[in-house]
């Protein structure tokens, strides 16, 4: 992760402003998933890991190792796939080859209900190829059975070395719990109120059950924690009780956060405010995806709020004014559009080539009101005529206006100078000159 600034002085009264962040991360224990190329840190101070899951067959090998490969491009860095059934299982060891023989080392985590226990045990190559089991203490099985087959599965991930999630989630909760603490409440002189009571319900799902794992002989260093839910508020609440109660490697995530913008938003609502207050090491959208939609929505998603939020950098960000009566032509929404898809586009070369190109910021705006203004705020950026202005587009680098670009090869020439910027900051010259 990049190093933050010192939290400035605030410039009114003196005082430093209350503001966490990205300094104040609740302290956790670091889990390391995988191993050579693929491994991936969550926890102990690691940069925050974006991870996603595949929604297809797992006992379908293609496609489930065509979507591994695409979300791992996305930059997904734990990909997670549903285990379910024996011909899954059966499945997971030659998707794991499959992948590593294209070059993609992805840790890859089985999702595991009701059955885990079994599986694990009857596949021992799928328990191996496996990088982290997820389980959900409110199924992983039920009355007498519940804590043999639990066990089953930690003496499994103690046997081959491997991480667990311990994810919680409100649709399953554990029945036998919450009916404990209801009962409980009940006979309380002031009882809290019920939603209250299933919120405690899941922090001591997850926090027993991990502690419980710890007793079998899992290391801390092997279990990561989650409680989902699908409630904004529900969430913030479940997780802040869980950092405050143990030091466990937390995972995020907003369950069922929905199709389109009402999922993205929710999602960012829910894990951003407490990413803001330090907790979370991994962070997953859970999105709905349009049918046939692309599936990658939701790395982009974790991407997006991660860097926007200032705790990691992964594609230069493009500053873009949402536009408004002074911008009447099209020439701005396409400008900004298609600067976008270009240096998505440039990534994967410009990584290679650039290093730290990720940090570099480009503002692309629609008129004079704000456009120098915020052009000059970024490294480089390009304030376009807004109606009854000039037809030219001043271009400002580092703060200073470099040059004004006009006529029909606009978006063009802007490309050329981002792209000279670029070689100019982040090239082998630059390199051997600032050795
Ligand atoms: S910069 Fe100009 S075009 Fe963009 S929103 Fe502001 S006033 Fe409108």
Redesign the pocket.
Known sequence: MEAMDATPANPINGTAPEIAGPNSRHRTVGVTIGSGEGAVTVGGGAPIVVQSMTNTDTADIDGTVAQVAQLARAGSELVRITVDRDEAAVAVPRIRERLDRIGIHVPLIGDFHYIGHKLLADHPACAEALAKYRINPGNVGFKEKKDTQFSTIIEQAIRYGKTVRIGANWGSLDEALLTHLMDENAKLPRPIDARAVMREAMVRSALSSAERAVELGLPKDRIILSAKVSAVQDLIAVYREVARRSDFAIHLGLTEAGMGSKGLVAASAAIGVLLQEGIGDTIRYSLTPEPGGDRTVEVKAAQELLQTMGFRTFVPLVAA???????TSTT?QELARDIQNWIVQSMPEWKKAYPGVEGLNVAV???????PG?SKHADIGI?LP?TGETPTAPVFIDGKKAMTLRGPTLAKDFETVVTDYIERRFGSGARSAAE
């Open positions: 004014c949402p536009g408004c009566g002074r911008t701005f705006m629609g008129c004079i009101v704000n456009g915020e304030s807004g």
